[in-house]
């Protein structure tokens, strides 16, 4: 049986996100490998804990917890993104990035930071799809000196601070004793080389701050808030260091003739009373023109016609959505004498059978209440 993960992280259930945080951590520096080489469980400690955070650090997934537990969050499919991972290291990887619980940065090369933008479109383009464009500021490796930070015709020299390696190693102590790490050289910026004569466009950096444009494919069925996600389009990164990824976040205007419900459209038709009661034809707009749908005489207020095929379609595999039509029963108003004259002549003819309906009184008085 799952432990629970406020106990996992030794909070209160009323923790705020610090707290959690600051918990995490904690335990986080416990469970290192380096303090835990002779504890055989330490890395199934840490991917309990480290799943307990996932949860608890997220308000919508701490939500659904609270309610229903863990198996709550797996009915409303929420697995973590732990399962199945791989080595010790990259589960910290995950958490904590290169430079570990400790602090500090780790060797090597930097990876490039993510770009997030966003990128409007409206309903007729969620039910087509669309090529945009969107354009964002991204850090590029600098086109005059190719990135190497020199001014183009000047020798780089080796960095005599981590005699070309990029990296120093430095020792520090902690309460487990000391620990060695890598760190990337601040002489050199990790590249192991220096030059003579800085670029004189990106001032010695190698990279340089540029607007950039590009053509994104939006598939059709997209939801508002999804995002896309295009690999290696984000920041460049330093001293040869992997280029980030751009996160385009999806956001899709309201439509005044719609509501979207999943793939399918509601839309509301204006009927007199009259109309609905003998029964008639109307004109509804879709997305991709008019359609006649036919109003069976008798229809009530709030009553439902659907069209089927005529809403958005899946994103992937799935059913096309449908166009749900509300028949709003109108009153008429400001009637004329022979309008009048005629409504009282038909009134005069009603019988309880022409109002009956097959609703019990419970279920009438929570329409009519709207409860």
């Not at 910026?189 to 030059?195: E, L, Q, S």
Request: glycine share 16%; hydrophobic share 35%; charged share 25%.
């Amino acid at each position: 049986m799952a432990r629970d993960y406020y106990e996992v992280l030794g909070v209160a259930r009323d923790a705020s996100e610090s707290e959690i945080k600051k918990a995490f951590r904690a335990l986080a520096r416990e469970l290192h490998p380096d303090v835990n080489a002779h504890d055989p469980d330490a890395e199934e400690k840490f991917k309990e804990a480290a799943q307990a955070y996932e949860v608890l650090s997220d308000d919508e997934r701490r939500g659904v917890y609270d309610r229903y537990g863990e198996d709550g969050l797996k009915t409303s499919g929420y697995a973590s993104g732990f399962e199945g991972a791989g080595s010790f290291s990259d589960i910290f990887g995950a958490f904590f990035g290169a430079g570990g619980p400790f602090g500090g940065g780790g060797g090597g090369p930097a990876h490039g930071g993510d770009i997030a933008v966003g990128l409007d479109i409206d309903l007729s383009q969620v039910a087509e799809g669309a090529s945009l464009e969107v354009q964002y500021e991204a850090v590029s490796r600098c086109g005059t000196c190719n990135g190497n930070g020199a001014q183009p015709g000047t020798p780089i020299h080796k960095c005599e601070t981590c005699d070309g390696q990029g990296q120093l190693r430095k020792i520090s102590r902690t309460p487990f004793g000391q620990m060695a790490r890598a760190v990337v050289c601040e002489a050199c910026g990790g590249d192991g080389r220096i030059p003579s004569s800085p670029c004189g466009a990106c001032e010695g950096r190698g990279r340089v701050i540029e607007v950039k444009r590009m053509s994104i494919d939006v598939p059709a069925g997209i939801a508002d808030g999804q995002q896309i996600r295009v690999s290696g389009r984000g920041h460049e990164g330093e001293a040869g260091g992997s280029q980030g990824d751009l996160y385009v976040q999806i956001r899709v205007a309201q439509d005044e003739r719609f509501i979207r419900d999943g793939n399918d459209l509601v839309t509301v038709a204006d009927i007199a009373s009259e109309l609905a009661g003998l029964g008639t034809s109307i004109e509804v707009e879709t997305l991709s023109g008019s359609v006649e749908i036919e109003i069976p005489a008798g229809t009530q207020p709030g009553e439902t016609i659907t069209v089927s095929g005529e809403g958005l379609p899946p994103l992937g595999r799935g059913r096309h959505g449908d166009l749900r039509v509300v028949a709003n029963v109108i009153v008429p108003r400001r009637l004329s004498d022979e309008q009048r004259g005629l409504l009282e002549a038909f009134t005069a003819t009603l019988t309880a059978d022409n109002l009956r309906t097959d609703e019990g009184m419970f279920a009438k008085l929570k329409r009519v209440l709207r409860v």
